[in-house]
């Protein structure tokens, strides 16, 4: 499963999986980085799961090792073997309410008081739980789990394989308005859709809204953080990753394989390249090339941004110098 080299014997018992400084004689325990090495000598776990190149410390017990090229990922793959998700009772719920036009797939499981309106389309195996609202001709595809409280307004498209966490809403409309000649605000009406690709995941409270016009589109494979707000119109590229209170404006364009980290927002019709990083709390108002390691608000290249940070540091003694300098009285001739 892991490719990984076995260092010890093959006939131990695991039970579990833990951290480190947790894990017990039938647990599996990670160590990613070596500069613990100190915490896996103490660890009680039975099997550690190393770097290829991993040197135990000097008096740590002897025990079974999984030596592998990317403990973190071996260690996730892992943990998938213990892990036991929530699952919905087989059929649907005598309290759901189904309109007769909605069709639903095969081995579909739907919750307590779950409301599906009229031309809704659920893939086969997929589990709506308790209090999830359908709107009319909302789609989703194949083995996908919508949590407790997930809204799908109408004519919202899922993919399949998509994880929903409680309470997020996808197609609520837009935040668009224009002011008229009295400077009231008047809605824009938000026309388009949302279309959702494979294999996403969305954690709890986050929002994608509808687009005005055309569709606001999150690419195959992205995962998305709690609290997060994706605006109308957004493109957002496949494998891209959105931390925990990340915003986006409208009319946004991000690439492939982005990560936004946490607060990071992002000013209407931005535009931000393959393989972006962008540290967190920082502001995008522009465009970001691809490859981009970008820290600030206005965001820039890291470095820029650290030697920003560094000089702001010594701004202060910098104005003490200059007012001491100011104060000295100068020598006769001097220019």
Request: aromatic share 4%; charged share 25%.
């Amino acid at each position: 499963m892991l490719g990984a080299d076995l260092i010890g014997p093959a006939d131990v018992l695991v039970r579990g999986i833990a951290a480190l400084e947790e894990a017990g004689p039938e647990e599996v325990a990670f160590l990613g980085d070596p500069r613990r090495r100190s915490e896996a000598s103490r660890s009680g776990a039975a099997v550690l799961i190393v770097p290829r190149d991993y040197c135990p410390a000097a008096g740590e017990p002897a025990r079974v090792r999984l030596a592998v090229d990317r403990p973190y990922e071996a260690f996730a793959r892992v943990g998938s073997l213990f892990y036991r998700p929530p699952e919905l009772a087989p059929g649907i719920h005598p309290t759901a309410v189904l309109d007769p036009t909605a069709t639903v797939g095969y081995g579909v499981r739907i919750g307590a008081y779950a409301v599906i309106g009229a031309g809704v389309q659920i893939g086969s195996r997929s589990q709506i739980f308790p209090h999830c609202v359908l709107y009319e001709e909302a789609s989703v595809g194949e083995d996908c789990v919508l949590h407790s409280h997930v809204v799908l307004r109408e004519r919202v498209r899922l993919g399949s394989r998509c994880i929903l966490h409680n309470h997020v809403t996808l197609g609520a409309d837009g935040f668009g308005y224009v002011r008229d000649e009295s400077k009231r605000w008047v809605k824009i009406a938000q026309n388009g859709t949302l279309v959702v690709d494979d294999d996403v995941e969305i954690g709890a409270l986050s929002a994608a809204d509808r687009a005005a016009l055309g569709q606001t589109h999150v690419g195959r494979g992205v995962k998305i953080d709690n609290l997060v707000q994706i605006g109308h119109g957004d493109q957002i590229g496949e494998d891209s990753l959105l931390c925990g209170q990340v915003g986006l404006a409208g009319s946004v364009r991000i690439g492939k394989r982005v990560i936004l980290a946490g607060q990071v927002g992002v000013a209407d019709h931005a535009r931000i390249g393959d393989d972006v990083t962008v540290s967190a709390q920082s502001g995008v108002t522009g465009e970001l090339p691809a490859g981009m390691t970008a820290s600030g608000t206005p965001a820039c290249e890291n470095l820029a941004w650290r030697k920003q940070v560094a000089a702001l540091r010594q701004l202060p003694e910098a104005l003490r110098r200059l007012r001491r300098l100011e104060r000295c009285p100068r020598a006769p001739g001097a220019d």
